[in-house]
């Protein structure tokens, strides 16, 4: 199983970015996506996640309405749409997978079990 995270940049302070998770080599009927982020020097946090299967998505109360999560599943691809950006929202975004889980999604690290690489987000005027 492989994930291609894209779509991180630079964007000014209340842009916004669609990050792009793009999974391959994944067999399971049901799994569930996450998105993470990590800052220097900080712990990695969960953003949102969504069930492939059932599309029951879950968001962190950090992010609250600033972010949307979809999916498509003709091209294997979950996406992060994120708006009114800050600053600190700067950080290294990651995608990973859940292959255990039959319904819904968790936003517990340890539940992944396969991680992208990183797409790096900068918010900066």
């Known amino acids: 199983v492989q994930l291609q995270a894209s779509g991180g940049g630079l964007v000014q302070p209340g842009g916004s970015l669609r990050l792009s998770c793009t999974v391959s080599g994944i067999t399971a009927d049901s799994y569930a996506i996450a998105w993470f982020r990590q800052a220097p020097g900080k712990e990695r946090e969960g953003l949102s996640c969504?069930?492939?299967?059932?599309?029951?998505?879950n968001y962190a109360d950090l992010v609250g309405e600033r972010v949307a999560i979809s999916r498509d599943n003709r091209n294997n691809t979950v996406y992060l749409q994120m708006g009114s950006l800050k600053p600190e929202d700067a950080a290294v975004y990651y995608c990973?997978?859940?292959?255990?889980?039959?319904?819904?999604?968790?936003?517990?690290?340890?539940?992944?079990?396969?991680w992208g690489q990183g797409t790096q987000v900068t918010v900066s005027s």
């Open positions: 990973a997978v859940d292959r255990k889980i039959v319904r819904g999604c968790l936003l517990l690290r340890l539940a992944y079990d396969t």
């Open positions: 969504i069930n492939i299967s059932d599309g029951i998505k």
